[in-house]
Nanobody
Protein backbone atom coordinates (compact mmCIF):
# COMPACT_ATOMS: atom_id res chain seq x y z
CA UNK A 1 0.00 0.00 0.00
CA UNK A 2 1.14 3.51 -0.82
CA UNK A 3 -0.50 6.67 0.41
CA UNK A 4 -0.07 9.87 -1.59
CA UNK A 5 -0.95 13.35 -0.37
CA UNK A 6 -0.71 16.35 -2.67
CA UNK A 7 -0.41 19.94 -1.56
CA UNK A 8 0.47 23.32 -2.99
CA UNK A 9 -2.39 24.05 -5.31
CA UNK A 10 -4.04 27.44 -5.51
CA UNK A 11 -4.86 30.44 -7.63
CA UNK A 12 -2.15 32.12 -9.67
CA UNK A 13 -2.05 34.65 -12.46
CA UNK A 14 -1.00 33.70 -15.96
CA UNK A 15 2.76 33.74 -16.25
CA UNK A 16 3.19 32.88 -12.61
CA UNK A 17 4.63 29.85 -10.88
CA UNK A 18 3.42 27.25 -8.44
CA UNK A 19 4.98 24.19 -6.85
CA UNK A 20 3.00 21.10 -6.02
CA UNK A 21 4.17 18.46 -3.59
CA UNK A 22 3.27 14.81 -3.39
CA UNK A 23 4.25 13.09 -0.16
CA UNK A 24 4.36 9.31 -0.32
CA UNK A 25 4.20 6.87 2.56
CA UNK A 26 3.91 3.12 2.88
CA UNK A 27 6.10 0.69 1.08
CA UNK A 28 9.31 1.46 -0.76
CA UNK A 29 9.15 3.36 -4.02
CA UNK A 30 12.27 1.71 -5.38
CA UNK A 31 11.80 0.67 -9.00
CA UNK A 32 8.56 2.61 -9.27
CA UNK A 33 7.56 5.81 -11.00
CA UNK A 34 5.66 8.81 -9.66
CA UNK A 35 3.43 10.45 -12.21
CA UNK A 36 1.52 13.70 -12.35
CA UNK A 37 -1.81 13.92 -14.15
CA UNK A 38 -4.38 16.66 -14.46
CA UNK A 39 -8.03 16.84 -15.27
CA UNK A 40 -9.95 19.93 -16.26
CA UNK A 41 -13.75 20.09 -16.06
CA UNK A 42 -15.34 18.24 -18.94
CA UNK A 43 -12.02 16.87 -20.16
CA UNK A 44 -10.26 13.57 -19.89
CA UNK A 45 -7.43 13.00 -17.48
CA UNK A 46 -4.19 14.17 -19.06
CA UNK A 47 -0.63 13.00 -18.52
CA UNK A 48 1.69 15.75 -17.28
CA UNK A 49 4.93 13.95 -16.48
CA UNK A 50 6.57 11.25 -14.43
CA UNK A 51 9.76 10.63 -12.52
CA UNK A 52 11.60 7.37 -12.02
CA UNK A 53 12.10 7.11 -8.28
CA UNK A 54 15.30 5.07 -8.47
CA UNK A 55 16.84 6.49 -11.63
CA UNK A 56 15.64 10.06 -11.31
CA UNK A 57 14.89 10.41 -15.00
CA UNK A 58 11.79 12.20 -16.16
CA UNK A 59 9.41 12.49 -19.06
CA UNK A 60 6.95 15.26 -19.82
CA UNK A 61 3.93 15.91 -21.97
CA UNK A 62 4.64 18.20 -24.90
CA UNK A 63 2.15 20.70 -23.52
CA UNK A 64 4.25 21.33 -20.40
CA UNK A 65 7.77 20.59 -21.61
CA UNK A 66 10.10 23.45 -20.80
CA UNK A 67 7.66 24.94 -18.29
CA UNK A 68 7.17 22.17 -15.73
CA UNK A 69 9.84 20.28 -13.84
CA UNK A 70 9.48 17.18 -11.69
CA UNK A 71 11.98 16.53 -8.93
CA UNK A 72 12.20 14.49 -5.78
CA UNK A 73 13.52 14.54 -2.28
CA UNK A 74 14.16 10.90 -1.55
CA UNK A 75 14.84 11.53 2.11
CA UNK A 76 11.35 12.99 2.47
CA UNK A 77 9.70 10.53 0.06
CA UNK A 78 8.30 13.54 -1.74
CA UNK A 79 7.94 14.42 -5.39
CA UNK A 80 7.54 17.98 -6.60
CA UNK A 81 5.97 19.50 -9.67
CA UNK A 82 7.39 22.94 -10.30
CA UNK A 83 5.16 24.81 -12.72
CA UNK A 84 6.30 28.00 -14.38
CA UNK A 85 4.95 30.27 -17.12
CA UNK A 86 1.49 29.06 -16.22
CA UNK A 87 -1.34 29.51 -18.69
CA UNK A 88 -5.11 29.54 -18.15
CA UNK A 89 -5.27 26.22 -19.98
CA UNK A 90 -3.18 24.69 -17.19
CA UNK A 91 -6.17 25.07 -14.88
CA UNK A 92 -7.13 21.62 -13.60
CA UNK A 93 -7.10 19.29 -10.65
CA UNK A 94 -3.59 17.88 -10.44
CA UNK A 95 -3.03 14.41 -9.02
CA UNK A 96 0.05 12.37 -8.35
CA UNK A 97 0.10 8.64 -8.84
CA UNK A 98 2.45 5.74 -8.16
CA UNK A 99 2.95 2.76 -10.37
CA UNK A 100 5.31 0.31 -12.04
CA UNK A 101 7.84 1.55 -14.54
CA UNK A 102 5.74 0.40 -17.49
CA UNK A 103 2.86 2.65 -16.42
CA UNK A 104 4.51 5.50 -18.24
CA UNK A 105 2.07 8.01 -19.65
CA UNK A 106 -1.07 5.91 -19.18
CA UNK A 107 -3.09 6.58 -16.04
CA UNK A 108 -4.68 3.13 -16.35
CA UNK A 109 -1.51 1.40 -15.14
CA UNK A 110 -0.91 3.43 -12.03
CA UNK A 111 -1.82 1.70 -8.79
CA UNK A 112 -2.19 4.46 -6.21
CA UNK A 113 -3.52 7.99 -6.43
CA UNK A 114 -3.57 11.06 -4.28
CA UNK A 115 -6.70 13.08 -3.66
CA UNK A 116 -5.76 15.82 -6.08
CA UNK A 117 -5.18 19.54 -5.67
CA UNK A 118 -6.80 22.36 -7.61
CA UNK A 119 -4.69 24.70 -9.70
CA UNK A 120 -6.42 27.72 -11.17
CA UNK A 121 -4.63 30.09 -13.52
CA UNK A 122 -6.34 33.41 -14.14
CA UNK A 123 -5.83 35.41 -17.31
Amino acid sequence: QVQLVESGGGLVQAGGSLRLSCAASGRTLSGRILGWFRQAPGKEREFVGFLSWSGGWTRYADSVKGRFTISSDNAKNTVYLQMSSLKPEDTAVYSCAEGPAYAGTSYRYYDYWGQGTQVTVSS
